[in-house]
């Protein structure tokens, strides 16, 4: 996702719930004001519409449905009945996915995610600061270089990059992904933390400099807990991003015992050929992680989506 | 002197990110644009200049044509759906459906953006199997039987069945997007559209459209150059094939690069997909600022 956040800073940040509340002055949609009465073409508009937001959602559900259940099936109940449910719930399947690979391919997803969510909120939220709270040499200079980091991608770098790791030693280990995940998420995630900080009022460094505190002090006592709402989202941002990753995972580590869940399973795919419910039950525990995770940080997952792309 | 030493330590604060970029987000996109002009692969490292002749070699080449159309296909595919699509079923969203249930159905639709793509790949390339997948399962159930066919494995339809999976994983992205941006419109513009007696399509194009072109013009930039970066989808699905033909700009340098062992070559397609990203991007900016200014 590269996006750039320009807006303006007085519309600033999202507040908890602000969405849901601004709303509920106005009721759903009533028939039309004139004549009052529900007309035929009123109800048949609205049977379509329904119909579509159904019919989406079937649409998007059914496959992963389909994928959860089947894991529970064996061969045969797959290729002879595959609109039936489980004959029984084979959680030896997902037990056999679990011991297959996917333990190996999950805690090295696990490993790559933690250590890259916590280097890039700490280096992005530094920047951050640095950017919008102290007057720095050549502060506007950083801050283009930042912007252009967001116009860079990563599928145009694959050849110098797989050269440069050699060259230094990373390349096979969880540092080439941990490294790359970073040094390409920071510039987004600087913009997201920027856009927050840049709110918070000037007199809390003034007060607490007025104290004594060091610009240091300020930050890891002040700033930082104030932040903590898009420092969330952030975090939330970007798990789902080195979970998901799928081209430097690819090409940076061969070793199968350091691949990531999304290069692992490819690998067991063509090992299990013809194993479709355990290769099934292991799509869905590589799946599970990050849509709980979505699911439990909603809000904060889409206050980051939207202001980091932008208003 | 102490004052201006205070200033450059702040320095301090950003260096690590400066770093970063400098060494694994910028050093290589240049180093890119100079392993273009020799030939060169992993096993040799003497590499030998040649000028433009990568960017011949390309520009002679029916895969890379090939695989820019597709490139392009895709680009078109997605914006109907991406920018057209969801910003329907945001507006359906918005206009019928109560709280909690608009609540509930986003979160299902966003689901598919929050799983990997390989697991929406390999999902896919099951249902896409031509003995027992759903998708052919489903044809024979409603006597459309005569359409099946082995989706991934034919030249003319593998790259259009990556484009649909990739659909159905990004158009409840863009939807969540545009329901956000519905949701800043202020409540009055409606109120008067609803006094004024417009119905629910007269007001979808006089008010929703226009208060959310912003975020239109943005899913749109962001969907283009995420058409000419594809990778992942392809590679899970189809690694190009077969016989090239679902081949993108993406992949197709992977091969060159890693199978092919032609580094060089593989460097001058990477350069073509970047100036295209790249001009994309900028025009991003420049639209983006000029709202700005505009305000």
């Known amino acids: 996702m590269t996006a750039v956040k320009q807006g303006a800073p007085e519309e600033g940040a999202l507040k908890e719930g602000a969405l849901e509340k601004r709303r509920v002055a106005v009721p759903p949609a009533r028939p039309p004001a004139r004549g009052g009465a529900v007309t035929l073409r009123w109800v048949a508009a609205r049977v379509l519409g329904w119909s579509v937001l159904a019919g989406f959602a079937v649409a998007v559900l059914y496959p992963l449905l389909w994928m959860v259940l089947s894991g529970f099936k064996d061969n045969q109940e797959i290729f002879e009945q595959p609109w039936a449910l489980p004959g029984a719930l084979r959680w030896e399947n997902y037990a056999r996915a679990w011991e297959l690979g996917v333990v190996r391919y999950f805690t090295n997803s696990v490993i790559v995610t933690v250590a890259s969510i916590v280097a890039t909120t700490l280096i992005s939220a530094w920047a951050a600061y640095g950017l919008c709270r102290l007057r720095m040499p050549f502060g506007n200079a950083v801050a283009l270089l930042v912007l252009g980091g967001l116009l860079l991608s990563p599928t145009v770098a694959l050849i110098p990059l797989f050269r440069l790791l050699t060259s230094i030693g990373l390349f096979d280990t969880y540092w080439a992904l941990i490294v790359l995940y970073t040094a390409f998420r920071v510039p987004f995630t600087i913009f997201l933390i920027r856009a927050y900080m840049i709110e918070l009022p000037r007199e809390v460094d003034e007060a607490a400099t007025l104290d004594g505190a060091s610009t240091t002090q300020i930050f890891w006592r002040v700033i930082l807990p104030m932040c903590r709402p898009i420092l969330v989202s952030a975090a939330l941002l970007q798990a789902l991003f080195a979970w998901n990753e799928f081209a430097f995972a690819l090409v940076f580590v061969s070793d199968d015992s350091m691949k990531t869940l999304p290069v692992g399973l490819m690998a067991m795919q063509s090992r299990l050929l013809t194993d479709w419910p355990v290769v099934l039950a292991g799509l869905t525990i590589a799946a599970l992680p990050t849509i709980l995770l979505f699911m439990a940080g909603q809000r904060q997952f889409i206050r980051g989506l939207t202001e980091g792309v932008g208003k | ?295």
């Not at chain 2, 399962?137 to 790259?159: K, P, T």
């Open chain 2, 1 to 295: 002197m102490g004052a201006l030493l205070t200033r450059w330590r702040t320095v301090v604060w950003v260096l690590p990110a400066v770093l970063l970029l400098v060494v694994f987000v910028y050093y290589p996109i240049a180093d890119n644009l100079r392993l273009s002009l020799f030939s060169w692969n992993a096993f040799s490292p003497e590499p030998r200049f040649v000028g433009l002749d990568n960017y011949a070699e390309a520009f002679g080449d029916p895969v890379f044509w090939r695989a820019l159309l597709n490139n392009v296909a895709y680009a078109v595919v997605s914006l109907v759906c991406q920018a057209g699509v969801s910003l329907v079923l945001a507006a359906l969203l918005e206009e019928l459906v109560g709280r909690r249930l608009r609540g509930l159905l986003r979160t299902l639709y966003f689901i598919p953006a929050a799983t990997s793509i390989t697991v929406a790949g390999v999902l896919f390339s099951f249902l896409y199997n031509p003995r027992y997948g759903l998708v052919n399962a489903a044809l024979h159930a409603v006597g459309l039987g005569h359409l099946a066919r082995a989706w991934l494995g034919e030249e003319g339809s593998a790259i259009w069945s990556v484009i649909a999976m990739s659909q159905w994983q990004g158009i409840g992205y863009t939807a969540v997007l545009f329901v956000v941006a519905i949701q800043r419109i202020p409540r009055e513009f409606f109120e008067a559209a609803r006094v004024d007696g417009a119905g629910p399509v007269r007001t979808f194009f006089s008010v929703t459209l226009p208060m959310v072109r912003e975020m239109t013009t943005l899913v749109v930039i962001l969907t283009i150059s995420g058409a000419f970066l594809v990778f992942n989808e392809v590679m899970v699905m189809t690694s190009g094939g077969p016989d090239n033909s679902s081949q993108v700009l993406g992949t197709w340098l992977y091969h060159q690069a890693f199978f092919e062992d032609d580094m060089g070559y593989a460097a001058a397609v990477a350069t073509v997909v970047f100036v295209v990203t790249f001009a994309i991007a900028a025009l991003q900016l420049a639209l983006s600022r000029r709202r700005r200014e505009d305000a």
